[in-house]
């Protein structure tokens, strides 16, 4: 009640005095001296302490009056808490008699640390496509990087690489890649949410190992040059290729060039191809050169001889009958040249066949009666054959002093004979009669087989007649030729020998 009637007084009398301002603080519900005051500090900027996403922050207390007033924070930390990343506004507040005041300030936490990066090891990969190294489709050569601050794992559109050397390019993941030949650097930057980067870097090395592919033409076969033991061989050079480009090499280790002589026999021909990389791939092909050519060889002529063993037979004395000449394209060597005869009469083998020998020789060898057919053949070291032929023909011994050629009835004046004898082909007979008759002359061969008639009509005395007798489709042997007049018949024997 007491203290009612002095504060009434008070205003009275402040009133009356002028002191308006005192009257207003004191009907304005106590203001001017009970409302508390509040000053903040100043706002605060820190960085993240390391390995975490925020800073441990101290802070001095706000200023405050009256001093009985209470402090409280109504948002914020207290000093000395941690601060995450970010600004935290930190909100104090003072009371006294009911009445309040507020005061603010900022925290600031930035994050200036650099994201942990790392690389894989470097790699060593050899050419899987062309010249190249295509990486497969995964990320295992993606750098891995955590940060301090989320996200804790950095995310691969915040990871890119820079690729340096045989290789250009860029990108935030490395599947798929393509790395060219050599060595390569691949620089990776990691970037964290507050634009803090770090870097890391790896090599990566490709090396081909794939082989040139060489292709050579398919082997060859020809015979050899006329009179040569040899031929000029040509081909097309093989084909070669390689995976990378440039510093391709073939070269021929083996054989002879295209449009040389290759000798007779098989000739190997290899190429090589190396690649810059020196990688080496080889290819063959063989050249066949055949001799196809017969060896030459050159008999005697045909031979008459008259019987000089018992039973009609020719025994030969000295080499008469063996071969004059044989001859090769090629060099010879060993126990060559390698002959063998074969001698028939009617038909049957009566000497031989002989072994291939290099000394053959017909010499004291017996010959039948009639016509011998010999054969000499000649064999080259590369099995060629050639053979020559010649007739022998055995007659018996003649007792008389008349040409074989000439049969001459003297008694009756009668002429036949043919010429030549033996002869090849084509002989000519000659005959006369001593009075004029109808003369008929036939050619029968050994076995009485009419071969022609030459002449068939009348004869005028003492005219010689003359008829050609062409054999060439006749066999080789011994033919009769009959003259058949109106008195008498008359013969002769002629000898073919093609």
């Known amino acids: 009640m007491k203290k009612e009637y002095i504060k009434r007084n008070l205003i009275s009398s402040l009133y009356r005095k002028g002191f308006m301002f005192i009257l207003f603080c004191l009907l304005g519900a106590g203001y001017c001296f009970s409302q508390p005051t509040i000053t903040c500090p100043s706002n605060i900027t820190a ?66 640390e650099i994201p942990v990066i790392n690389c894989p090891p470097n790699q060593n990969v050899n050419t899987n496509t062309g010249c190249t190294y295509v990486h497969p489709n995964n990320t295992q050569w993606n750098a891995t990087a955590s940060d301090n601050c989320p996200p804790t794992t950095v995310p691969a559109a915040s ?13 935030n993941s490395l599947a798929n890649a393509v790395f060219q030949l050599g060595c390569t650097t691949v620089t990776w930057t990691a970037t964290d949410a507050s634009g803090n980067q770090s870097t890391c ?11 040139p592919k060489i292709n050579c033409p398919a082997d060859i076969v020809v015979d050899n040059k006329t009179g ?14 390689d995976n990378c480009p440039g510093g391709l090499t073939m070269y021929q280790y083996v054989g002879f060039q295209s449009g040389a002589t290759f000798p007779i026999g098989t000739t190997n021909n290899c190429y090589r191809a190396t690649d810059a990389s020196g990688n080496v791939a080889s290819c063959c092909f063989k050249v066949t050169v055949n001799d196809a ?10 031979q008459t001889r008259s019987s000089n063993t018992t039973g009609g037979k020719y025994t030969n004395t000295g080499t008469f009958f063996d071969p004059i000449s044989f001859s090769d394209n090629c060099p010879v060597t060993g126990s060559w040249p390698k002959i063998s005869y074969t001698v028939m009469n009617n038909n049957v083998i009566i000497l031989g066949p002989s072994s291939w020998l290099n ?36 007659t018996a011994k003649s007792t008389s002093s008349i040409d074989e050629e000439t049969i001459v009835v003297n008694e009756n004046g009668v002429l036949l004979k043919n010429y030549p004898n033996p002869f090849s082909q084509m002989t000519t007979v000659v005959f006369s009669v001593p009075e004029d008759t109808y003369v008929k002359l036939d050619v029968y061969d050994m076995t009485g087989r009419l071969v022609n008639n030459l002449f068939a009509g009348d004869a005028v005395n003492n005219q010689d007649y003359t008829v050609e007798f062409d054999c060439n489709a006749c066999p080789n042997g011994i033919y009769l030729y009959k003259m058949t007049t109106g008195k008498a018949v008359y013969t002769g024997k002629m000898i073919l020998l093609k």
């Open 293 to 302: 050519q017969l060896p030459l060889i050159n008999c005697p002529g045909n």
């Open 159 to 171: 990871k890119t690489y820079v690729m340096t050397g045989c290789t250009i390019g860029t990108g």
């Open 201 to 211: 870097k790896f090599m990566v090395c490709v090396t081909d190992i794939i082989r």
């Open 228 to 241: 040569w033991c040899a031929a000029i061989v040509t081909y097309s050079d093989p084909t070669y290729s």
């Open 47 to 112: 960085n993240t302490a390391s390995g975490i996403c925020g800073a441990y922050v101290t802070y001095a207390a706000p200023i405050f009056t009256p001093s009985g007033a209470t402090l409280s924070l109504i948002s914020g930390h207290t000093s000395g808490s941690l601060f995450q990343k970010g600004v935290t506004t930190n909100k104090f507040k003072v009371t006294y008699d009911n009445k309040s005041a507020t005061c603010s300030f900022t925290i600031t936490v930035n994050d200036h």
């Open 359 to 394: 000394a053959n020789s017909l010499s004291g060898k017996k010959f039948n009666s009639g016509i011998n057919t010999v054969t000499w053949s000649v064999k080259d070291e590369a099995g060629n054959i050639n053979s020559c032929i010649f007739m022998v023909a055995v």
